[in-house]
């Protein structure tokens, strides 16, 4: 029987190689931004000579610029192609040294042993979205992050303000409200020249997560990215616009850690602390 690892590392290995054609820096302007606001968390509470563990890698942007800023990344995804994808781009950059690359489902990660614990761990982008085990994820990160290691992932959460209101707007009402739906929906991520695969994904609340990751755990941040800005689906839309969400940036930063205003974005990123 094809497990839910081995059909959603199929997808992301059918679109590795153009991924970052779609959604890096000349692809996806919404992607990129969000990308420049995850970074600077992470470089915020990682700081330098971290060693690092990442869930779901993906083609490496978030690996690859921390290793340029000093940390040391084992970049961990489900998509054998992916990781390397991420491996190539690390010593394109010049920090192969700095980045180990694995082919490995964030539910796996029994298979790691290393020899002292990681400062801390990073998923990104909703790469949580995609696994089935997320209790197998909270045991694993209890057993490899060292006391006070930071856990930081964002995950597409069931309430973007944007998608309903632009939805409602539209008079499509069940667009609008697709992701309270509990359980697993496809979900399209695009390649380039229109190769399109549907991954199958659950939409998680900061509670899911906090729930996974038990009691070895305490939260220390939750917040919106983004808050007001579009999902990166829209990034037509935000491009046409981009002057009119300047404007609205400040409020984006002034709003999204607040409550309720933290729970309601595209992606929802939750900070646990290790105890």
Known sequence: MTTRYETTARAFDAVAADYDATYGPEGNAVMTWM?????????????????????GCGSGEEATALALAGRTVLATDVSPKMAAVTRAKALAAGVGERVQAAALPAGGL?????PTPFDGAYASFGSLNCEPDLAAVGTGLARL???????IASVMGPACLFEIAWYLLHGHPGAALRRLRRGWQPAP?????GVEVQVDTRYLTARDIVRACGPAFTVTRVLALPLFLPPPYADTLFRQRRAFFRHVEPWERRLRARWPWRHLGDHVVIALRRL
């Open 145 to 151: 992050l060292r006391p006070g290691g930071l856990f």
């Open 110 to 114: 029994d298979a790691l042993w290393p």
């Open 189 to 193: 991520v695009a390649g380039e020249a």
């Open 35 to 55: 990308r420049r606001e995850n970074l600077a968390l992470l470089l915020d509470a990682f700081p330098p000579d971290s060693r690092l563990l990442e869930l």
